[in-house]
């Protein structure tokens, strides 16, 4: 089970949490086609890896903030408020060369 730190009442276990959903889509101009509309409604990024989500502490404060998870690992790499832009993350690091 993850364990997800709310900014407001620190680390909790997943199950007190519920996943939002991509982070930072903007919605489109009233005057856009129904192609682009529908891409906003349904279309999401299926990333493998570092990927932006919403979450809310449903069980605790119930206020909603981003958290950066790998997709693959589900380690989190970054939690910060809904107002806040995505924080730029290091590269991971290249293998050691073996001798």
Do not use: K
């Not at 620190?10 to 086609?33: A, K, N, T, V, Y």
């Not at 129904?34 to 809310?56: C, I, K, Q, S, T």
């Amino acid at each position: 089970m993850m364990r997800i730190d709310c900014p407001q009442c620190g680390p909790r276990p997943e199950s007190e949490f519920r996943c939002g959903g991509q982070s930072h889509i903007q919605r489109p101009p009233l005057d856009c086609s129904d192609a682009v509309w529908g891409d906003y409604l349904f279309g999401r990024d299926n990333a493998r890896g570092e990927h932006p989500e919403r979450w809310r502490h449903t069980y605790g404060c119930g206020r909603w903030f981003n958290v950066l998870r790998d997709t693959v690992t589900h380690d989190i790499g970054a939690v910060y408020a809904m107002t806040d832009r995505r924080p730029d993350t290091p590269a991971p690091l290249a293998p050691a060369a073996t001798p």
